[in-house]
């Protein structure tokens, strides 16, 4: 374990006091970051006896020498030289200390003396040290006392010359980062202040949950802890709370992290996805609906089916209808004002059709002029000859355009869900070819297959 830095040293205290009326001062030498800037002041005479005690308080590199020799050093001096004994031989002080000019030269009777050298270390490479050293009296004998601090690296102070090195990292890692220790927030980096609206004197000390986690996901804690321990890290897609209540959707990304030696801290990082998830949506949303009318295509029209059909299975009770509908005398709008004002036919047909429905209903639109209804929890027969003629009611009121005034009716087939389907796929084809029948009769009908195979049965009964 190396001592503290001059720096550390600094914020914690500047002084020492080491005898009745002695005291150890560290103090500021110069501003220049690139040179020696710090060194103590030794408030004391040779008279002044100092106890081996006394310096072992300290908070610093002490060594006592005497002619020569290095005769005694406290805890930090040992552990920084790599050195375990508290007796050690006498060693010289060009084995210990090196100045840029060679050896150190001990101050002279009455002198003090600040200096940079090198602390010679045996397994190790030389840790350089700014210092002072004064004449005093050590166990009833004139010594010399010399007082060490760790210089801070050229590097470090060009890399670093405000704040900690730690810090500067946080701040320039992409995404918001957070770390924590307990739970609670050691340190929030820039970009984490920009997301949530908390600024570090904000969020310091105050738990990362109660910030930023939803009310609703508290189990994530548990998600994630369950992650680190299985895999030694975790990710999550979930969301965040800002400071103004509002959810952002985020990648979250934690890891442990050791802090002080001891277990319990994390680094998280928060990025935002919520660009990602629209586009993801948007596709989604693409890939089961019309790209016109916003309706339901043949793919989630027939997916709903199928579930209506399975549930119809575990309850008989529970009916449900299929309407194909194909508009009457759309091909006439389309070639006498033109493919928009056909689009804006079929944006006006669809409305009409949702406006005839239930929530819990779908409607979806096949191409070109084929529209389908998939009408749920049917209670009668009379109560879908209803439906069909409120939609034939609806689709045949005029339409007003910039084109000019267009008319469509509906030609409608309906298939009654029975136990005799095998699959939604089935039931749509019956409804296809029930539209189909209407059409025979003239427009603006409707007709109903009852069941699988009916209309074979009546074209049977025909023969």
Not at 33 to 42: M, N, P, R, V
Request: proline share 3%; charged share 25%.
């Amino acid at each position: 374990m190396l001592p503290m830095n001059v720096e550390r040293i600094l914020s914690m205290r500047q002084s020492v006091e080491i005898a009745g009326g002695a005291e150890v001062r560290l103090e500021r030498v110069s501003e220049d970051t690139a040179q020696s800037h710090f060194g103590f002041t030794l408030n004391a005479d040779e008279s002044c006896g100092i106890s081996s005690g006394m310096l072992e308080a300290m908070p610093c590199l002490a060594l006592i020498a005497r002619d020569g020799l290095v005769i005694w050093r406290n805890g930090l001096a040992r552990r920084a030289s790599g050195l375990t004994h508290v007796a050690l031989a006498p060693v010289t002080l060009e084995q210990v200390l090196s100045g840029s000019d060679g050896a150190f030269e001990v101050p002279a009777e009455g002198q003090r003396i600040r200096f940079d050298c090198r602390l010679l270390r045996p397994h190790g490479p030389s840790m350089p040290v700014s210092g002072a050293a004064q004449r005093i009296n050590f166990r009833g004998e004139s010594a010399t006392l010399l007082l060490l601090l760790e210089q801070a690296q050229e590097a470090e102070v060009e890399a670093a010359p405000e704040g900690s090195f730690l810090e500067d990292v946080l701040d320039a890692t992409p995404g918001a980062t957070v770390v924590t220790h307990g739970g609670r927030v050691l340190h929030v980096n820039a970009e984490f202040s920009k997301m949530f609206d908390y600024s570090q004197l904000e969020s310091v000390g105050q738990f990362l949950d109660d910030l930023v986690l939803p009310d609703g996901r508290m189990h994530e804690a548990e998600m994630i802890e369950h992650q680190l321990g299985r895999m030694g890290r975790a990710t999550l897609e979930t969301q965040r709370r800002t400071r103004t209540g509002h959810n952002l959707d985020v990648l979250v990304m934690v890891s442990p992290l050791r802090l002080g030696g001891e277990a319990g801290g994390q680094f998280v990082t928060y990025r935002d996805i919520h660009v990602e998830k629209e586009e993801e949506a948007r596709l989604r949303h693409s890939a089961l609906h019309d790209g016109l009318t916003g309706l339901a295509n043949r793919g989630l029209f027939l997916n709903r089916a199928e579930l209506m059909l399975s549930r119809l299975r575990r309850r008989p009770d529970r009916g449900f209808a299929i309407f194909f509908i194909d508009l009457d005398g759309f091909k006439k709008v389309n070639d006498k004002l033109g493919h928009a004002a056909g689009d804006a036919v079929l944006l006006e047909v669809a409305a009409r059709i949702l406006r005839c429905v239930r929530p819990q209903d779908t409607v979806a639109r096949f191409g070109g002029d084929e529209f389908a209804l998939l009408l749920d929890e049917t209670g009668s027969l009379a109560e879908v000859n209803r439906v069909a003629l409120r939609l034939q009611t609806e689709i045949s009121v005029e339409i007003a355009l910039e084109a000019g005034a267009a008319r469509v009716g509906a030609s409608i087939g309906i298939a009654l869900a029975a136990n005799g389907y095998e699959d939604a796929d089935a039931m749509l084809q019956d409804a296809d070819r029930a539209m189909y029948e209407a059409k025979k009769r003239g427009k603006g009908q409707h007709q109903i297959c009852h069941e699988p195979g009916y209309f074979d049965a009546v074209e049977d009964s025909k023969v």
